[in-house]
């Protein structure tokens, strides 16, 4: 990565992109990812949008039981994604919550699918969990055939699961173990 973002301290790196952990430094850029991308995250999500609500993503991300991980492009730096990796538990569970978004400009190319791919084996790898899960609304038919191309399988239907922009949205389950786990090109 070019520039300042080359000094990051990346959590990992593939041919495409790198995840760093945020840092207050993200922030202007963010938000305006954010803002810039409304349209695009509508009724699928709500990232933090204010330099508030900034600070409290970066503080409760850097927690033992949940990892925010921004997904910057390795060609030129810029920010094109998160990944979550939340609601951590350890011990015989040893499971987490997986969540993500891309920023408008950044679809296509392989650049989210590949950076979940890294989040996966990062959480499997240095957090040593057993099991991750993504819970994904039905007809965000992108984000579903994402983790289904990285060997996530369904496992059922959570009927009004998430409170999204005002409404409790119903979420379907897909999971996959480390056993699982075969990271895809």
């Known amino acids: 990565m070019p520039g300042s973002a080359t000094r990051r301290l990346l959590v990992a790196r593939g041919r495409l992109v790198g995840l760093a952990r945020p840092r ?10 954010v803002l810039g991308s409304r ?3 509508g009724k699928w999500v709500e990232p933090p949008a204010t330099a508030r609500e900034f600070r409290a993503f970066v503080r409760h991300g850097a927690g033992r039981d ?8 390795r060609s030129n730096g810029r920010l094109v994604g998160v990944v979550n990796v939340a609601n951590v538990v ?15 400009g950044a679809a296509g190319g392989g650049r989210m699918t590949e950076a979940v791919a890294l989040a996966v084996g990062w959480s499997f790898d240095r957090l040593g969990l057993h099991r991750l899960e993504a819970n994904i609304q039905p007809a965000n038919a992108p984000s579903r055939a994402l983790v289904e191309r990285l060997g996530f399988r369904y496992e059922g239907h959570s009927p ?10 119903d979420h379907d389950r897909y999971a996959v173990t480390a056993e699982e786990w075969r990271p895809r090109p």
Not at 24 to 33: G, K, L, P, T, Y
Not at 68 to 73: F, Y
Not at 90 to 104: D, E, H, K, V
Not at 160 to 169: E, H, N, S
């Open 90 to 104: 350890g011990g015989s569970f040893a499971n987490a919550t997986l969540g993500y978004y891309g920023f408008t």
């Open 39 to 41: 349209e695009l995250h």
């Open 24 to 33: 207050a430094s993200d922030r202007v850029e963010f938000i305006a990812a």
């Open 66 to 73: 949940r990892y925010a991980l921004l997904v910057r492009d």
């Open 160 to 169: 009004r699961m998430l409170l999204i922009a005002g409404v409790w949205r």
